[in-house]
């Protein structure tokens, strides 16, 4: 079975940051959370939670823009990597997955260490391309270089 995985797209990380082709990115995000819905895959969204961004304070809700589908499960993690400290593997578990999809907030950090983390889990892990930002000084190049990264630990990167 497959799962995606949206990552941090929280307020705090993606208001006022001018992140790097935003709409483009918010648009990609959304049809791959509707690719994903039609074809009954599971969806799991992932919160990021530390001293300065808490439940219920300002910036900590997903951005407005991005499908959000209440009944989907919801993880929250104080590290990069989704897997870390979390109930992830047991919600994937649960539900049998064996593949699963990244996309989301912010590409050399939490996105980057979620798919690797995905791999060490055993996960066929995809990186949706376009569906991942950031607001680098080279915000293109960090992009490619992160993907050449994880392509080169196995991470499969799909347009839908």
């Not at 497959?2 to 006022?16: E, N, P, R």
């Not at 995000?29 to 219920?56: C, Q, S, Y």
């Not at 996960?123 to 930002?133: C, E, I, N, R, S």
């Given at each position: 079975?497959?799962?995606l995985l949206v990552v941090d797209i929280q ?6 940051k001018h992140a790097y082709k935003e709409e ?34 300002p910036g900590w809700e997903y951005d407005e ?96």
């Amino acid at each position: 079975m497959k799962a995606l995985l949206v990552v941090d797209i929280q307020g705090k990380f993606i208001k006022g940051k001018h992140a790097y082709k935003e709409e483009r990115f918010i648009k990609t995000v959304n049809h791959t959370i509707e690719a994903f819905r039609k074809a009954g895959n599971l969806i799991v969204f992932v919160h990021h939670l530390d001293k300065n961004i808490a439940p219920e304070t300002p910036g900590w809700e997903y951005d407005e823009r991005i499908h959000i589908n209440e009944k989907d499960p919801k993880v929250w993690k104080r590290k990069g990597n989704a897997f870390e400290g979390t109930d992830l593997r047991e919600i994937l578990d649960k539900h049998d997955i064996d593949e699963l999809t990244v996309c989301g907030l912010v590409t050399p950090n939490c996105i980057r260490s979620t798919c690797i983390g995905s791999i060490e889990e055993g996960y066929k892990t995809h990186l949706v391309k376009h569906g991942t930002t950031n607001w680098h000084k080279h915000p293109q190049k960090t992009i490619d270089d992160v993907e050449a990264e994880l392509t080169e630990l196995g991470v499969t990167l799909v347009e839908l």
